[in-house]
């Protein structure tokens, strides 16, 4: 008796195992079509009404393209989209206590490893290679946050996971400890049923937010936000939330570190990912002697390039103003007199203000720079 022929399986679900094979942790696939695109677009002209998207003038720009992927990829039918876990749980507990031992920087947990920008599109252009072989003639195009794609709406359609109520992606089996990318194509693939919002009348995200930049259940003002201010922001963080900062100096998990789905999250399997460096090593105050050679060596690969040499260093004075240690005042108080970046000088002014540095503060009272002139004298009135 002969066995009956193995069964081949579905492209869909070939194409998903190759991405889990590629370092994936979830994959999933959600139809392009107009009402989808409809519901995007009417949301992100709302949230941009509200004022919550700051100062980022590339959204508002965008707005038609962001909401439709057909504008990047003409005839799109359909979206992959893939979450990489980026997480090492097993290095948590002990990098906090060699930082708090040290004395060392806040640092958001996806920017301790490889620039995800860098990990990612390799990754999703293998996905989309094999897509291409599977069905020849497939156009694919490939995306992570820099593109003009609402990830994280179309990761939910997709049933990777459901938009938790501090807006980010969660997942059942990981929490949202991961970033997305996603695989535009014009193949027509079976879509995947959506994701089931799972976190109920817990409001924990919101009422740890240090900030209270999520404003409200789904709803984040990026105005408020940490993440923003110590990232995306290029000029003076407001007066009014820098005691609120804390110690941070590159992003904020504390919604995330709320959330109990977290509980569940797993060892990425993508060792780029893995913390590296001496960043729980270093003392914050030592971060202020980089130059602008200096920090793009010490950071290349990483994501705190993005905040830039001006952006990261007024953090770290930001930081150590609210950290109220006196030992520090002698250095910001020679990163107030010396440092070329007055954006830099008054956030050290401010510091120092905190620290109850009058001689400094006095002397400053001649730097060249207006701004820095005002923060002195801010600080010396308060």
Known sequence: MSLPLAVAR?????????????????????????????????????WLASGFGADMRY????????????????????????????????????????????????VARYARGRDYHRVVPKRLALVADFLRAERPG????????????????????????????HSLTLRAEGGSWFVLGVVLTDAVLAPDVPAEDRCGSCTR????????AIVGPYQVDARRCISYLTIERRGPIPHELRPLVGER???????????????????????????????????????????????QARFRGTPLLRARRDGFLRNVCVALGNRGDAGDAARLARTLAEDPSPLVRAHAAWALGRLGARSALEAALADPDAGVRAEAALALDA
Do not use: M
Not at 65 to 77: F, N, Q, V
Not at 149 to 158: D, I, N, Q, T
Not at 205 to 212: F, M
């Open 59 to 106: 959204l508002s720009r965008g707005v038609d393209r962001r909401s439709d992927p057909r504008a990047s990829l003409p005839g799109a039918r359909s979206l992959v989209a893939l979450a990489f876990d980026y997480a090492f749980p097993s290095h948590d507990a002990e990098d906090e206590a060699r930082r708090r031992t040290a004395g060392a920087a806040r």
């Open 10 to 46: 579905p492209l869909e679900e070939r194409l998903k195992q190759r991405a889990l094979a590629l370092g994936a942790s979830a994959a999933g696939i959600a139809r392009v079509d107009d009402d989808a695109v409809s519901l995007d677009g009417e949301r992100l002209r709302r």
């Open 138 to 165: 497939t156009s694919a195009r490939v995306y992570v946050d820099t593109g003009p794609v609402l990830e994280r709406a179309w990761a939910a359609r997709a049933g990777v996971g459901w938009t938790g109520k």
């Open 249 to 295: 100096v590159f992003g904020c998990d504390d919604c995330q570190d709320a959330c109990p789905w977290n509980r569940l999250a797993a060892e990425s399997p993508i060792a780029d990912f893995r913390p590296r460096g001496d960043l729980p090593d270093r003392p914050l105050a030592a971060w202020l002697d980089l130059d602008e050679d200096e920090f």
């Open 205 to 212: 995200c919101l009422d740890a937010c240090p900030t209270g």
